[in-house]
């Protein structure tokens, strides 16, 4: 499974931004996919997560009723709309996608990743 990532930009404060995650190969597999995210000098964060068979959610606090996590099945595309965005949403974006359904905050319970698009948040 391929993962790329795209919509990663610089805004301000308050403003929206839509991450989608272009997914490839052996995606039948995958039992769900999330974004992370990674700011400079902090760990790896999960903050959503999707089960793809049942569309499930989940997010962290950090970003509940903020962000959202979507899919597109027929083109195998994974979105995060961000809105409201915050200074300390300023970070490293990653899309992530696993076979495990334990701990989907866990960074090391997904097997593919993509390489990152920058969000920058300013004030």
């Known amino acids: 499974v391929e993962l790329v990532e795209s919509g990663g930009d610089s805004v301000q404060a308050g403003g929206s931004l839509r991450l989608a995650c272009a997914a490839s190969g052996v995606t039948y597999t995958v039992y769900r996919m999330a974004w992370f995210r990674q700011a400079p000098g902090k760990e790896r964060e999960g903050i959503a997560v999707?089960?793809?068979?049942?569309?499930?959610?989940l997010y962290a606090d950090s970003v509940k009723g903020r962000f959202t996590i979507s899919q597109d099945n027929a083109n195998n595309i994974l979105y995060l709309q961000m809105n409201s965005l915050k200074p300390e949403d300023t970070a490293m974006y990653y899309c992530?996608?696993?076979?495990?359904?334990?701990?989907?905050?866990?960074?090391?319970?997904?097997?593919?990743w993509g390489e990152g698009t920058q969000v920058t948040v300013s004030s």
């Open positions: 999707l089960t793809v068979t049942s569309s499930n959610t």
């Open positions: 992530a996608a696993g076979h495990s359904n334990d701990r989907w905050y866990d960074a090391n319970q997904y097997v593919y």
